[in-house]
């Protein structure tokens, strides 16, 4: 094996050294003929000279005026390069920054115009220009090599600094923002959601900020899981944690709920005040979920296909976000099942109605197969979000729990 | 009192925006729009007209257009220029990936055989084109005759189906070194853990390049199709160093035609209209093979 692959390599090699050569003999042939007498060209153009002569650099020298054509290039070559990269540049910047109709549209004209070949502007680029410019003018030549060049840079710049995330263009504009002096009040404020979210180069950027914040300035970074935050960062903040809340907190914001609706509010959205309201808004009828949920099972365990074939005909009239809460609602259930079997109730979010079902139910949820009934409630989910047929899902579904909940544990833990 | 004040504020913003806009894009764009748009759109004005290079008196409407289509010579240098196009695409192309992928192996001679590909791109064409021209003119004759070679006793460039082949053999010696280094880019994105994979699946050198390094790299290859495609619709300076048309006028590409046309005869108007026509060609070609080759892109 070691030697088919370093044969290969030979192999390889050898081709590689034979076109290197080939590329390169042309370069080596005009220089070697460059050193010769005319008739030795002439006569044996492949051998070396056999006097080496120096006249024919010279000649070039003295006669073409190399060094004045040199310096022209020179000249243009820097003065257009180093304006194309600072135009070039801040155009791309400009228009990978600003999103706007105008910016793709300008951006789309530069691509475009890459294709126009030059001898379609030759003849109208000459009668325009010939009458303004004389043409050995070395400014009018950079001039126009800025004009040929902008779109190609622009381009290759635009590209770059698409790739450059825009956070750091936040964290130089927040460094430059507290670079001012506080005028009217004694105090400002940063305030940074989601610092776990920063990539790794806005983090180091603002260390040092954070590190040593400008008088008067305080961050207040949000995170909801500050281990995820650069320890770096950690070292330079205070942490304060902000509790869950709990379900007096909820009915006391929502005003005329039950204990008992809160708590199923905050296990099914996980503390989520947003999705809490959400759901608040969306449907009234949250505590039936609890008794759509324990049917459902009773059916599924006693695989009355006639009861089940009613039950999905019952839901599938029911809203599409009404059957994902549903179905959010049963995975939340079923990892409560998991808990009441490996640790111990205290850390049951459940309440007592749910509880009482739970701990007649949990028996048959166990590590074999609350895996696949989870993956297989998650899928339904997903499914109901691309329009999925709801009868056909949920009656599916059904069945496989059937066959779910007859899988046998392996081996007993208690 | 309060709508007053928004449209005052809305007022300061948009000031504020196209300040930004005049710093940032604006002597560029200007630049952009004297040397490049505004030529363009003039000269699409003139061939509509009876202009001469100086002057225009009357709109002629399409008979330029007609001048240009019903010339012989226009018709046969675009044919060239399309068999030139084609077969320079294909041999550019497949060279320069064969050099990215002997580039790319694990020789240790990687970098300097890189450099050699790469030469022949950092000298201007019109350069090339002499150092061409002394080879098949005199080098190549001279040792032919000397050892009785029949394929090279008269020059290539004095013939024109073989300063064709002279014209294809510089330009594929010209350019691949830069098509290289877009594929050499292409080849070194594709991520180590998929190569790893096929290599654990037991694929051999030669499926792992055409089912995954180049599907993977197809992006590289949109790029170069499209370089070369444009590269060889307006090749100018080799051809013109090279070959200079000759003989007789049958070598010439349509850049040169273009230019023969207009300041070697003083036809203004024609040469514009072509120049117009082969813009619109080049365009759709572009375009064209854009399309095609985006479809075999794959997301990563």
């Known amino acids: 094996m070691k030697s088919q692959a370093s044969a290969g390599k030979k192999v390889t090699f050898a081709v590689g050294a034979t076109l290197a050569f080939a590329y390169f003999f ?63 540049s801040m155009l791309a910047y400009y228009l990978a920054r600003t999103k706007t109709k105008s910016s793709k549209y300008i951006f789309l004209g530069l691509v475009a115009s890459m294709i126009v070949p030059f001898q379609a502007l030759m003849i109208p680029f000459m009668a325009l ?12 030549l950079v001039f126009f090599y800025i004009g040929f060049g902008v779109a190609l840079s622009t381009f290759l710049y635009h590209g770059f600094i698409s790739t450059i995330p825009t956070e750091i263009d936040e964290a130089a504009s927040i460094q430059r923002k507290l670079s001012f002096k506080n005028y009217e009040s004694e105090y400002r404020v940063v305030l940074i959601w989601m610092p776990e979210r920063m990539n790794l180069t806005v983090a180091n950027k603002l260390l040092k900020l954070l590190e040593e914040p400008p008088k008067g300035t305080i961050f207040i970074l949000v995170s909801e899981d500050a281990n995820n935050l650069l320890p770096t960062i950690i070292s330079r903040l205070q942490t304060l944690k902000i509790p869950d809340f709990n379900a007096e907190d909820i009915v006391h914001y929502f005003g005329g709920i039950t204990l008992e609706k809160a708590k199923q509010l905050k296990n099914i959205t996980d503390a989520d005040l947003g999705k809490m309201i959400k759901i608040q808004q969306d449907s009234e009828g949250i505590l039936d979920l609890f008794e759509e949920f324990s049917a459902w099972m009773r059916l599924v365990y006693k695989m009355d296909v006639g009861g089940i074939s009613r039950w999905v005909d019952k839901i599938s009239t029911m809203g599409r976000k009404h059957q994902k809460l549903f179905l959010s609602y049963a995975i939340k259930m079923i990892r409560e099942c998991l808990i009441l079997n490996f640790a111990n109730s205290s850390l049951l979010k459940t309440n007592e109605k749910e509880h009482a079902f739970i701990s007649k139910f949990s028996p048959f949820i166990h590590e074999e197969n609350s895996v696949m009934i989870v993956e297989e409630l998650e899928k339904s989910i997903k499914s109901i979000n691309r329009n999925a047929n709801a009868k056909i899902l949920f009656f599916e579904l059904s069945l496989k729990m059937v066959k779910f909940l007859k899988v046998k544990r392996k081996f007993a833990l208690k | 009192m309060i709508f007053l004040k928004a449209v005052k504020e809305a007022r300061v913003i948009s000031a504020r925006k196209t300040k930004k806009f005049l710093k940032f894009a604006g002597l560029p764009l200007a630049i952009f729009t004297i040397v490049l748009v505004v030529p363009f759109v003039n000269g699409f004005y003139y061939t509509f007209t009876d202009w001469n290079g100086f002057k225009t008196t009357k709109l002629i409407g399409f008979s330029n257009y007609a001048d240009s289509f019903a010339d012989p010579k226009f018709w046969s240098t675009l044919k060239f220029t399309a068999l030139f196009v084609v077969v320079s695409l294909v041999l550019v192309n497949v060279v320069a990936f064969g050099l990215a992928l002997i580039v790319t192996s694990k020789l240790r001679s990687r970098n300097i055989l890189r450099t050699f590909f790469f030469v022949p791109n950092l000298i201007g064409g019109v350069v090339l084109g002499v150092i061409w021209q002394f080879i098949f003119n005199s080098a190549l004759v001279t040792l032919a005759n000397k050892y009785d070679w029949e394929l090279f006793k008269q020059s290539w460039l004095q013939d024109t189906n073989k300063a064709f082949w002279a014209l294809i053999i510089v330009t594929v010696w010209q350019s691949s070194g830069y098509m290289m280094i877009i594929y050499i880019t292409g080849l070194v994105s594709i991520e180590n853990d998929v190569l790893e994979a096929s290599q654990i699946d037991g694929a051999s050198p030669l499926r792992t390049l055409f089912s995954i390094k180049i599907p993977l790299m197809a992006q590289a290859f949109t790029i170069a199709l499209f370089l070369t495609l444009r590269g060889g619709f307006m090749a100018y300076d080799v051809n013109v160093a090279l070959t200079g048309g000759g003989p007789f006028r049958t070598t010439e590409l349509i850049s040169l035609h273009i230019f023969q046309d207009a300041f070697g005869e003083g036809n203004f108007g024609t040469g514009q209209s072509k120049a117009v026509i082969m813009f619109i060609v080049v365009a759709l070609a572009a375009l064209v093979q854009v399309t095609i080759s985006k479809r075999y892109e794959v997301q990563r």
Not at chain 1, 58 to 87: D, G, H, P, W, Y
Not at chain 1, 131 to 137: C, D, E, G, I, Y
């Open chain 1, 129 to 140: 220009f010939a009458p303004f410019v004389s043409w050995n003018n070395r400014a009018a």
């Open chain 1, 26 to 88: 042309p370069f080596f042939l005009v220089f070697v003929n460059s050193l010769k007498l005319k008739y030795d060209i002439l006569e044996n153009p492949l051998s070396f000279p056999s006097p080496i002569t120096w006249d024919n650099f010279q000649q070039a020298l003295t006669k073409m005026e190399f060094f004045r054509s040199l310096t022209n290039s020179l000249i243009i070559t820097v003065f257009s390069v180093s304006l194309l990269i600072i135009f070039s």
